[in-house]
C-alpha cells in the first residue's frame, strides 16, 4: 500500500459533538473545599465543586429557571444556590429549595456528568454516564510515583492533531531530535490504543486513552520517566492544555538520590521543550484528508480510531 488517505476531522464536528471521552476541566488543586469554580468546555459552560465528602461534582452552568450563570452563586451547605433568586441544587443536580416555597418542578434539574479526579486533574466525562474509565499512566498508579500536574495554556488548533503526536513515531526524530525507533504494531481497542517499543537501553509504553490523553513511561538510559498530556476544547478553536510528569517515589529508584523535586523539575523542563516544539506547528496547521505513506500506517490507523470514535452533543448544553 502506497498511500493512505484520511478523513477531514472538522468535517464531523459541525454537527454540535464532541468525543464521548473525559476530558480535563481543570487542575484539581484550583477546587479547594467552598471554592465554586466555572469553566468553558465543550462550547457550554460547567461548575465544579467539592461536595461534604470531598468528592469533585461537575455540573451544568446554566440555572434551569432562567439560566443565569451557576458559577456567580455560592455554595450554601454543600449545595449550589443560584445568584439570581436562590434556587438551590443538590450534588445530584436536583433543584432542593425554592425560596418563594413554590413547589419545585420536576424539570428543575442541572445536568451532572461523570465526574473523576485522576493525576491533578478533575475530568469530566461527555454524556450521561461514563463508557470508559478514566485515563492512566502506563505501568505506574498515583501512589508509585512523585508527580506533579501543570496547565500549560489554551491553545489553538485541532485537538485531534495534538492527540496524534502520541503515534506519529516519525517526528519524535524529525522535530524533536530524539533517537527513537517505533512499535511494529499499535493495539486498538474500542476506548485506547496502546503499544510497547522494546529497543537496547530504552523502552516506550504509551496509552492514548479516549480523545483527549496520551500517556507514556519511557526508560532512556535505564531510567523511569512518565508523562501525561491531556487537553479538553473550549469551543470549536481553543482548547485547555495540561500535563503531569512523574518519577518513582524515592524509595523505588536506583538512581543513588539524586533529589527528587529537582529529577521531577528536569522532566518537566524536558516535557516543556517538546511541548514548545510541538504547538507552533499544531497551532498553524489545517488538519485534513492527508496523504499518508507506507511509515504512516500507526498514524492511519489512529485517524480511523478517532472517526469511529463516539460522538454526543454534551447534555446541560
Ligand atoms: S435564574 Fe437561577 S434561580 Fe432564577
Ligand atoms: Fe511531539
Redesign the pocket.
Known sequence: MDTITTVDPAAARLDGSYYQTWYPVCLAGEVLAGTLLGVDILDTRVIVYRDDTGRAVVQSAW??????D?SQ?TLVEGQVR??????RFDRGGACSH?PTGDRIPSAARIVTYPTAEAWGFIWLFNGTTAMFDPPRMPDATEADLDWAAHFRGIRSGPGEAALSNGVDFQHLRTLHGLNTTEPDEITVRDHEIEFRVEAAGYSQHGIISGMSTFAQHLTPAGRDLFMLFCGAPIDRTRRRSFFTVGIPRRVDRQDGGQDESQALENLGVFVERLLSEDEPILERMRLRRGTLVASDRHLARYFRYAKEFPRAVPPGI
Open positions: 440555572c434551569p429557571h432562567l439560566g443565569a451557576l452563586g443560584c445568584p439570581y433568586h436562590h434556587w425554592i
